[in-house]
């Protein structure tokens, strides 16, 4: 699939003038400074990072938009120019990507696969690294990439549609599916590699074309003597992600983020009567994480705070943590808030922080009316050993939310299924069931092969 991707993180950044160049002796001081210059991290050139990175890939690497600084490394932005050149390229590649076989592209996925999994620790780290998660679950989000890409591997082989009976005698039905064309990603700061994963592979077998995320990936385009711009990427602020929404050539845009923004994407795509995959907010039911790493950015910390002091202006009562933890880094404490009414408005407010707000309940209608009540409706789950409870849970009274889990927590979800939400959370699935038709459209084919030419629903012309 060709498509253009989109760092959500810095999908809400700021278009601020670049700084002036500093002078040499603060220019190697500020490189030294970097942790791909450090020893410590060395292992980040396994990935090919250096202190200078292109942030832009279309079939070559380049960059012409404002030079982004972190504490990992400097990446060039994509401009305006560098999204309009690589969107004719991706539209050019398209040409040799649908005329390839379903199952040759498969193994193009496979191979993708394979080169994750020999990177996969080191991926791991990066993931851990860049936005806070315990290495374990940096490990196990890049295991989700390379588990949709053997999945995308065998649907790859099983695309298709129905034959369907027809009412006309010499006359046959089909359904005949084809890809959609440019699918446009703007992935998620807090799964930047497993959400990419999700739509890529999938798309690329239904014979799409969509964003890289890692030179792994255009190595292995290039080994296969494919146009690399089946893959492109474009690191950029608002307005990249602004110009994907409203460009009538992205046949599909997936976005998963905030409701808030979702909102924006969603309305900027319908104008133009585009497709949307949209993957929102969550405002899970149960989680009770105790194993945990920092938050993102000092921004998510104040934003933690907010919460708790809200939590006790709306009544509730801090039992356990609620404060910032005295350490390097951004890390708080797992807080529990007891004494909330349901209907309070921080409960029913997405906070991407370790707070659980415990509710008590009498009955079971009651209960399950909360869990509804809510404006997003991502994932959800119960505890019991009733078997009337558990399918009352699962029917039509019971969670309206996309996941629906019994006695497992809220977190984590397996590639076989559909992922997504329901409501505010945007209804869009990705990853496994039938979620490969989000990116593939579908015709309706009659063919007569008869001498005659009858009308359906038996009208004769008299």
Request: proline share 5%; aromatic share 8%.
């Amino acid at each position: 699939m060709l498509g253009l991707g989109l760092r959500r993180a810095a999908a809400a950044a700021l278009a601020l003038p670049p700084p002036s160049p500093p002078p040499a002796a603060a220019a190697a001081s500020s490189m030294a400074a970097l942790l791909v210059s450090q020893p410590r991290y060395a292992w980040l050139r396994e990935l090919g990072l250096q202190e200078e990175n292109a942030g832009v890939y279309n079939g070559r690497w380049g960059g012409s938009g404002q030079v982004r600084a972190g504490p990992r490394a400097r990446a060039g932005a994509a401009s305006l120019e560098d999204y309009e050149e690589t969107v004719k390229k991706a539209k050019e590649a398209w040409k040799v990507w649908a005329d390839i076989p379903a199952p040759k592209r498969g193994e193009i996925v496979r191979q993708i696969g394979d080169a994750l999994r020999q990177k996969i620790k080191v991926l791991g780290s990066l993931v851990s690294l860049e936005m806070g998660k315990i290495l374990v679950e940096g490990v196990g989000e890049v295991q989700e990439y390379v588990d949709v890409c053997d999945y995308a591997v065998g649907l790859s082989r099983m695309i298709g549609g129905p034959i369907l009976p027809s009412e006309r005698p010499g006359h046959a039905l089909i359904e005949q599916w084809n890809p959609v064309g440019l699918v446009g990603i703007i992935t998620a700061f807090n799964f930047p590699v497993a959400v990419y994963g999700w739509n890529s592979a999938i798309a690329m077998v239904c014979g799409n074309y969509a964003k890289v995320t890692e030179l792994i990936i255009a190595k292995v385009l290039e080994d296969n003597n494919v146009p690399g711009a089946v893959c492109s990427l474009a690191c950029g602020g608002a307005e990249i992600g602004t110009a994907m929404a409203r460009d009538e050539r992205m046949d599909l845009l997936s976005f998963t983020g905030s409701t808030k923004v979702g909102k924006q994407v969603a309305l900027m795509v319908q104008e133009r009567f585009g497709r949307s995959l949209l993957e929102l907010g969550g405002n899970n039911a149960i989680i009770a994480d105790t194993l945990y790493g920092p938050l993102h950015t000092k921004e998510a910390v104040k934003m933690y705070l907010d919460a708790v002091e809200q939590a006790k202006q709306q009544g509730g009562s801090v039992v356990c943590g609620g404060k910032v933890i005295n350490r390097p880094g951004n890390y708080v404490e797992p807080t529990i808030v007891t004494g909330l009414p349901h209907n309070a408005p921080i409960v029913h407010t997405e906070t991407f922080a370790p707070i659980l707000y415990v509710l008590k309940f009498k009955a079971e209608e009651e209960v399950f009316a909360w869990n509804n009540e809510v404006k997003q409706g991502l994932s959800s789950s119960i505890f019991t050993k009733d078997l009337g409870r558990i399918f009352r849970w699962l029917g039509p009274k019971g969670s309206d939310c996309g996941i629906v889990n019994v006695n497992i927590p809220t977190s984590g979800a397996e590639i076989g299924g559909a992922f997504g939400g329901e409501k505010h959370t945007g209804g869009g699935r990705e990853s496994g069931s039938d979620s490969w038709k989000l990116y593939m459209r579908r015709s309706t084919c009659t063919i007569n092969y008869s001498k005659d030419l009858p009308l359906a629903q038996g009208i004769k012309f008299q």
